[in-house]
């Protein structure tokens, strides 16, 4: 029998929401999305949970300060994207600071965007997330295609 797993990154987001803004960022200098807006995120490192990895990039990204346990699960998307991805995208009720563009070098600009008129170059499955969270989604796929993957062994007959 062979091996299919599959190994994917997790990433966390950060959905913050004040006064109808949505705390978003311009990306620049990563080399995925330059030019477009997405959220405070980034990856979950091993040893870390989801929650832990949230707080920990909101402080890196915007120095904002989020205890894990603030933090709540509000979508889960599986995407495909350059590779195939997890992203949770978490709220807070919690007041984190005032967020403050702590790299530079990575993003052109940290702002609060209305909520209901995201700037165009919004990137695509960070707008679908937006989208399914509105609607009271807590799943969603991205970048899918409907066909299946030669390799799914639960979909042969026998």
Known sequence: ???????????????LIRDGKLLMLLRQNTGYMDGHWGLVAGHVDAGETFRQAMAREAAEEAGLTIAPEALHLAHIMHRNSDTERVSLFFTTEANPGTPRNMEPEKCAALTWQPQEALPARTIPYIRAALTQIAQGQRYSEFGWSLAPRPNAAYLKTK
């Open 1 to 15: 029998m062979s091996d299919t797993r599959d190994a994917f990154f997790v990433e966390a987001h950060l959905v």
